[in-house]
Structure formats: C-alpha cells, structure tokens
C-alpha cells in the first residue's frame, strides 16, 4: 500500500455524549462489528460514575482502566479506524477538548427520550470552534420518546446545525420496528438482541407490499408518509457540507441492541474525513507531507506508584513514523529516539515499527513531554489549538510536610506537565494556586500527590472569579496595570502574565480602566 493510500483509509474520530446516552455501549458495538472484540462487556468504560463524584479511589481504578480504552484502532473493510475515548465526566472537560484537536471528526450520541443535554452542547461548541465534521446518533429508540420530526428540530436548534437524517425509525419504545435506511434505502427490521451481531432483513422498495406484512399495514402507512414529508423538509444529502462541518448526518438506533450501528458504521466509514492538515504557527501541516511531525494530546501516569513511568499520547500530523529514528523535541530542543511506542487495538497495546497520519502512538515517557510538545524531523513546530482555559474553581496550594517539599514541588510540577490542572504562582506573594475545572481534580492531585510522590499538600481557600491571560501592544500601559494590580497578578507554568480576577466587577474595571490590554479567557490568542 502506498503512502498515500495508507492515509485515505484512516478514520479517527471520538464518540462524545452527554454520561449515560450511550456513549460506552456505541463503542463497544462499533468494535464488534469490527471485529475487535467479541463479547460485549469486554471493553470496559473509562467513565466515573455519576454517583461517585468525590470518590477518588474510584477515579483510580478507572485511570488504570481507562489507559487501555483512551485509543481504539481496528481495521474493518480496509479501513483503519482510530477511536479516540473521552471521559464522561463534566470535571474531566478539558482532557475532552484536549483529545477534540486529535479527531478529524466526532459522532455524538444522544439519548432520545432525553434530548440534547448540556455537556453535548459544550462539546458541540468545542467542534463548532473547530470546524470538525460531526454525526448524530439518537440513541435507545427501544425507549419511549419524541417524534423524529421533534427530535431533528430539537438537535438542529440545541446544537445549532443543519441536520439531516439519514435513517429513518419506525416508531419507538415497545413499538420499535426498525430503521429505514436513507442512505442506502433499504429497510432493516429491529430484532432486540444484545449480544452479538446479526443482520438486519434488506428491503429495496419501499413502495412493497411486504412492508405492510412485515410491520404491519398502520406502521407501513406511517412510514412511507413521514418519508415522504422528511425527503421533502431535508434537502438531499451532500457530503461536502458535512466535511464543512455545515450539516450533521442522524442516524436513530438503539446501540444496546445492536440496532441502527451497522448503518452509522457504514455511513460513517464512507463519508468521514481522512486525516486533516493540523495548524501549526506559521503554517499548515499536511498529513500527506514527506517529514514526519505530531503533537502530544494526553499523557497518561501508570497505575504503578513505584515507577512514575508515564505514556505520552502523540498524534501523527505528517509524514511516516519509524521506531527507533531519531526525532526532534521541539520544545526541549533535543533529539530522540523510541524503542518502544505502542498502538493501541481495543483492549491490547502491542509495540509497532510504524505508524501513519491519523494513528495515536503511545510513547513511554519518565518526563520529556508534557502537553501540545511536539516532534519533528528537525523544523521548528508549534502545534495549535491546545490552549488552556480559564480555569472555574482555584485553591491555594500548601506543602503539609517540610521534609517533602522537593517531592511536592516535583509532584505539582509533573501532574500540570499532564494537564490534570493548571498552576499559578502569585507574584505578589508567591504562593502557588491550583486552578481547575471541576472539583474532583483537587482530590486526584492530593490522592497522587501523597501515593505516587509520597508528597503531602493541604488546600487553603482563595476566592477568584477568573484567571485572564493578558496582553498589550503598549508596554507602559501593560507595565502601569502590573504596578497597580500587583496583588492580583501571577505567572502561569510557562511564565506567561496571569490576571487573577476576584469577581466579574473586577474583571469589568480593570477592561474599562485599561482599554489597550486585551483579556484573554485561554491561553491561546
Ligand atoms: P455513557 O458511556 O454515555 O455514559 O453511557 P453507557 O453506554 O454506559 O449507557 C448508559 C446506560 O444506558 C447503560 O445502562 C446502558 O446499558 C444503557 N443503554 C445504552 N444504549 C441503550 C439503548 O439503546 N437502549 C436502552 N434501553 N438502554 C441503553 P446502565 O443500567 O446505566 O448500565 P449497565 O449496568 O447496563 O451497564
């Protein structure tokens, strides 16, 4: 296979929902359709529990979990399909945008007795900032729920796109009789089954007589109406409006009974982007380009407290990854070398001699990388659309034990390198600050802190509305505010100036006091 022919058949992409739509139950259907697995149950989910908010040993147990799940690759019709996992959990919404800029595309499941839910619409937000083509499966149409037409209108205006159904369902809940296929036409008749993969019953024509046996002569009527009515509202599909991230393709299924999953996997296989150019500053990185380059999107701690070995999750931008070639740290500005970086194949990882854009390498790791460093065969690149947003909830951080301070420091320092959390130092009294997006992450970073660098930390209260990066073109100006501001101001891990607003009043004055500094909101402007 060519070099070429190697990245138009790659798919990567993420399944993102709302917790409990069916995000983890899709997954697990599209690897055994795949192939990759045979019985359901046998990936487990990376997700925490709603019940468990502040139950960190559960976090733990789903980090070890989670390490094997984060990439899925599978081949399946001579595709290589990358599935990229993403925590479930609100608190953890920054570890989902972070993998968001290693997808070429998204498929978003929603509950359709529930509707659009809130977290489905942050992360249709996230995919809108990026352009990122995105396909709507509605999900449990074995349960009571709205009318189709009622649903569509409801994701076209919840998420603010143009939709277009591309499978149709024949009732719902106990009247669930199946899906008629829009984009091949053809009909599979819903059969509950939850454990392994059967095929559906192809139907040609709708207009046959068949149907009425088939579904019975009501169901048949109203199918053929509401086709009819739904060819009419939704213009007719075109794939490059869904490249241009314009329209959102559905799919209505029920993944728990394997239904509706072989039409979106189809679809999606056909329609889907192949690996896309990745900005970097300066330029554009394509996937096709001779050099090899990639960005590092996660990294991931062992569950092993006594070997802080970590792996970093590298996205291939460009060019052919090899095993053991000398490659250059941008950021470190060094040169190294992999003997061992991983790809991940549903719940095994296995060492690879090479990899291709759009593959996920894991690259085992005692500290070189941190995240959105990059690597490349020499040229100075810097990938974009990793910022770190203003963090919502902030704490002083404070060290319990002088005997450990050198651990504690190496600690907060290793876990920021993660992107757990972000660290602020306070120049005015140089006090650090913890800043995260949920609170859950004030635990996990105290739980690994004290077991994995026998540190010992203690929170004290600070009670800040936002962290602003700012800037300005004038340096006086900027330098006058810093004067002013002194107690409020602090430097974040790459020594950049950090405006730490106590209350949107604050923010306020201070925009209004100093019209030429802009107030960034991330960390990338
Ligand atoms: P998530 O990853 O998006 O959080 O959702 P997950 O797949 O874990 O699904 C959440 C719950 O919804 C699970 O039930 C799952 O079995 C159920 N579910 C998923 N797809 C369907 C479907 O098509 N129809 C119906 N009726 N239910 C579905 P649970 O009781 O929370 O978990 P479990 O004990 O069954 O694993």
Same mark, same amino acid.
């Given at each position: 296979?060519? /070099?070429?022919?190697?990245?138009?058949?790659r798919?990567t992409?993420?399944? *993102?929902?709302?917790?409990?739509?069916?995000?983890?139950?899709?997954?697990?259907?599209l690897?055994?359709? !795949?192939?990759?697995?045979?019985?359901?149950?046998?990936?487990?989910?990376?997700?925490?529990?709603?019940?468990?908010?502040?139950?960190?040993?559960?976090?733990?147990?789903?980090?070890?979990i989670?390490?094997?799940?984060?990439?899925?690759?599978?081949?399946?019709?001579?595709?290589?399909?990358?599935?990229?996992?993403?925590?479930?959990?609100?608190d953890?919404?920054?570890?989902?945008?972070?993998?968001?800029?290693?997808?070429?595309?998204?498929?978003?499941?929603i509950?359709?007795?529930?509707?659009?839910?809130?977290?489905? &619409?942050?992360?249709?937000?996230?995919?809108?900032?990026? +352009?990122?083509?995105?396909?709507?499966?509605?999900?449990?149409?074995? &349960?009571?729920?709205?009318?189709?037409?009622?649903?569509?209108?409801?994701?076209?205006?919840?998420?603010?796109?143009?939709?277009?159904?591309?499978?149709?369902?024949?009732?719902? !809940?106990?009247?669930?009789? !199946?899906?008629y296929?829009?984009?091949?036409?053809?009909?599979?008749? /819903?059969?509950?089954?939850? @454990?392994?993969?059967?095929?559906?019953?192809?139907?040609?024509?709708?207009s046959?007589?068949?149907?009425?046996?088939?579904?019975?002569?009501?169901?048949a009527?109203?199918?053929?109406?509401?086709?009819?009515?739904?060819?009419?509202?939704?213009?007719?599909?075109?794939?490059d409006?869904?490249?241009?991230?314009?329209?959102?393709?559905?799919?209505?299924?029920?993944?728990?009974?394997?239904?509706?999953?072989?039409?979106?996997?189809?679809?999606?296989?056909?329609?889907?982007?192949?690996?896309q150019?990745?900005?970097?500053?300066g330029?554009?990185?394509?996937?096709?380009?001779?050099?090899?380059?990639g960005?590092?999107?996660?990294?991931?701690?062992?569950?092993?407290?006594?070997h802080?070995?970590?792996?970093? =999750?590298?996205k291939v931008?460009?060019?052919?990854?090899?095993?053991?070639?000398?490659?250059?740290?941008?950021?470190?500005?060094?040169?190294?070398?992999?003997?061992?970086?991983?790809?991940?194949?549903?719940?095994?990882?296995?060492?690879?001699?090479?990899?291709?854009?759009?593959?996920?390498?894991?690259i085992?790791?005692?500290?070189?990388?941190?995240? +959105?460093?990059?690597? +490349?065969?020499g040229?100075?690149?810097?990938?974009? !659309?990793?910022?770190?947003?203003?963090?919502?909830?902030?704490?002083?951080?404070?060290?319990?034990?002088? $005997?450990?301070?050198?651990?504690?420091?190496k600690?907060i320092?290793?876990?920021?390198?993660e992107?757990?959390? @972000?660290?602020?130092?306070?120049?005015?009294?140089?006090?650090?600050?913890?800043?995260?997006?949920?609170?859950?992450? =004030?635990?996990?970073?105290?739980?690994?802190?004290?077991?994995?660098?026998?540190?010992?930390?203690?929170y004290?209260?600070?009670?800040?509305?936002?962290?602003?990066?700012?800037? +300005?073109?004038?340096?006086?100006?900027?330098?006058?505010?810093?004067?002013?501001?002194?107690?409020? $101001?602090?430097?974040?891990?790459?020594?950049?100036?950090?405006?730490?607003?106590?209350?949107?009043?604050?923010?306020? $004055?201070?925009?209004?006091?100093?019209?030429? *500094?802009?107030?960034?909101?991330?960390?990338?402007?």
């Open positions: 296979m060519t /070099f070429l022919e190697e990245i138009k058949r798919r992409f993420a399944i *993102i929902s709302h917790p409990d739509a069916g995000k983890t139950t899709l997954t697990e259907k690897l055994l359709f !795949g192939g990759a697995i045979h019985v359901a149950g046998a990936v487990k989910s990376n997700k925490i529990k709603k019940t468990a908010t502040s139950d960190f040993m559960e976090i733990e147990k789903q980090r070890g989670s390490v094997a799940t984060s990439v899925m690759g599978f081949e399946y019709d001579g595709y290589k399909v990358n599935i990229l996992d993403t925590p479930g959990h609100q953890f919404a920054e570890d989902t945008f972070r993998t968001l800029t290693a997808v070429d595309s998204v498929i978003i499941v509950d359709a007795a529930k509707g659009v839910e809130t977290q489905t &619409r942050k992360l249709m937000e996230v995919c809108r900032m990026r +352009s990122t083509p995105v396909i709507v499966f509605v999900n449990k149409m074995d &349960r009571p729920c709205n009318d189709p037409f009622d649903t569509l209108d409801e994701i076209e205006k919840e998420l603010r796109i143009k939709v277009r159904p591309l499978s149709w369902p024949i009732g719902n !809940g106990e009247q669930f009789k !199946g899906v296929n829009l984009y091949e036409n053809n009909l599979y008749i /819903f059969k509950a089954n939850k @454990q392994t993969i059967e095929e559906g019953v192809a139907f040609g024509d709708i046959d007589q068949k149907l009425d046996t088939l579904i019975g002569d009501s169901a009527a109203t199918l053929r109406e509401e086709l009819e009515l739904a060819n009419g509202v939704y213009p007719e599909f075109d794939v409006s869904y490249l241009r991230a314009e329209v959102a393709p559905v799919f209505f299924g029920s993944a728990l009974n394997n239904f509706g999953v072989r039409e979106l996997l189809h679809c999606f296989l056909r329609i889907a982007p192949s690996p150019p990745s900005q970097a500053e330029r554009m990185v394509r996937p096709e380009e001779e050099k090899f380059s960005f590092v999107f996660k990294i991931h701690a062992n569950m092993d407290p006594n802080r070995n970590r792996i970093a =999750f590298v931008c460009s060019g052919h990854f090899e095993r053991n070639k000398a490659y250059h740290h941008v950021q470190l500005n060094k040169e190294l070398k992999f003997s061992s970086p991983t790809a991940f194949m549903a719940d095994k990882k296995s060492i690879i001699d090479e990899a291709f854009p759009g593959d996920i390498i894991g085992p790791d005692s500290g070189n990388f941190k995240i +959105s460093d990059s690597l +490349s065969e040229e100075h690149l810097v990938f974009k !659309g990793l910022p770190s947003f203003s963090p919502e909830l902030f704490r002083y951080i404070e060290n319990d034990d002088p $005997m450990k301070s050198k651990q504690l420091a600690g320092d290793q876990l920021m390198d992107g757990v959390a @972000q660290l602020f130092v306070n120049q005015f009294n140089n006090r650090k600050i913890i800043g995260t997006v949920g609170a859950l992450q =004030f635990e996990v970073i105290q739980y690994r802190l004290l077991h994995e660098y026998q540190a010992s930390c203690r004290e209260p600070i009670s800040l509305y936002k962290a602003c990066w700012i800037e +300005s073109d004038d340096e006086a100006e900027l330098e006058e505010f810093k004067k002013r501001k002194v107690q409020y $101001m602090a430097k974040d891990k790459q020594g950049r100036d950090v405006f730490l607003a106590e209350s949107n009043y604050m923010l306020q $004055m201070a925009q209004e006091g100093f019209k030429h *500094i802009r107030f960034h909101f991330t960390s990338e402007f």
